[in-house]
C-alpha cells in the first residue's frame, strides 16, 4: 500500500514569504505527526494531531508555524514571514490511533525548505 | 525531559566489519527506544524497536540492540557492514503519553570498499 507522502519534495522560497507544506498520511492512521531536521541534527518534534484536532504543538517554535488537519487526513504544515533559520527538511509521520499504547510511526520522505 | 545522546557524530568501517553505534538516553520511566536509518533522499526507516522484555532486540537487515538499563544505553550492532549501510542512524525514545518521538543528533555511517 503507499505509504507516507509529501508535498513539494523541495521548497525553495525568499525571506518573509508564505509557504505550505502538504502531508499525506498512510489510510486509515488517525496519527499524524510533523518533524523538523535541520542541517547536521535529528529531526525535532512540532505538533501531534489525533484525527481533526492538534493534541499535542508544543514543538512549534513560535506563532509564524501553525498545521492543519481540518477532516482528520491530510494536514498542512503553514509558516508565515519565513526566515533563513526555517531553512530545513521537514517530515510527516503518521501512525494507527488513539495512543492507548505506542503505534509505529511511519515516516514520509520530507519536503527540503530552504529559505533565502 | 528525555533526551538523547549520540556520541559519535561520524563512523568509518571497512566492508565487512563489524559495527557499532552507541546511544544513551535520560528518561525517567521505562523507555521506548528505537533505531532509525536514513539514507539519502529516503525517509526514515525503522530498524527495531525495545519495549520490554528480553534486552537483546532483532531487527530488520541483520541489526541487533541491547537495551542495558544500569548504562542507560541501546547501542545498535552489525556483525559485518555490507556497502549499503552507508547511511545516517538515529536512536529515539518516546514519551511516556507515547505520542511524540525525541532523537539523538545521529551518527553518520561511511563504509569503505
Known amino acids: 500500500g503507499a505509504g507516507v507522502s509529501q508535498t513539494p519534495s523541495n521548497k525553495v522560497t525568499e525571506k518573509g514569504k508564505y509557504v505550505e507544506l502538504r502531508c499525506d498520511p498512510i489510510?486509515?492512521?488517525?496519527?499524524l505527526y510533523w518533524y523538523r531536521q535541520s542541517l547536521g541534527q535529528g529531526p525535532e518534534f512540532l505538533i501531534y494531531?489525533?484525527?481533526?484536532?492538534?493534541?499535542?504543538d508544543s514543538g512549534l517554535p513560535n506563532d509564524r508555524f501553525f498545521a492543519v488537519r481540518p477532516e482528520g487526513s491530510v494536514s498542512t504544515l503553514k509558516i508565515q514571514r519565513t526566515e533563513r533559520g526555517d531553512s530545513a527538511v521537514y517530515l510527516c509521520?503518521?501512525?494507527?490511533?488513539?495512543?492507548?499504547?505506542?503505534?509505529?510511526?511511519?515516516f514520509g520522505p520530507g519536503t527540503r525548505l530552504t529559505v533565502l | 525531559a528525555q533526551s538523547v545522546t549520540q556520541p559519535d557524530i561520524h563512523i568509518t568501517v571497512s566492508e565487512g566489519a563489524s559495527l557499532e553505534l552507541r546511544c544513551n538516553y535520560s528518561?525517567?520511566?521505562?523507555?521506548?527506544l528505537f533505531w532509525y536509518v536514513q539514507s539519502p533522499g529516503q525517509g526514515l526507516q525503522l530498524l527495531l524497536k525495545?519495549?520490554?522484555?528480553?534486552?537483546l532486540v532483532q531487527g530488520i537487515k541483520g541489526f541487533e540492540a541491547e537495551f542495558k538499563r544500569s548504562q542507560s544505553s541501546f547501542n545498535l550492532r552489525k556483525p559485518s557492514v555490507h556497502w549499503s549501510d552507508a547511511a545516517e542512524y538515529f536512536c529515539?525514545?518516546?514519551?511516556?503519553?507515547?505520542?511524540?518521538?525525541?532523537f539523538g543528533g545521529g551518527t553518520r555511517v561511511l563504509v569503505k570498499p
Open positions: 489510510s486509515g492512521h488517525t496519527a
Open positions: 494531531f489525533q484525527g481533526t484536532g492538534a493534541a499535542d
Open positions: 529515539a525514545v518516546v514519551t511516556a503519553a507515547g505520542n511524540k518521538l525525541t
Open positions: 509521520a503518521s501512525s494507527l490511533g488513539p495512543e492507548s499504547s505506542y503505534n509505529e510511526q511511519f
Open positions: 525495545y519495549f520490554s522484555g528480553d534486552t
Open positions: 528518561y525517567g520511566a521505562t523507555p521506548y
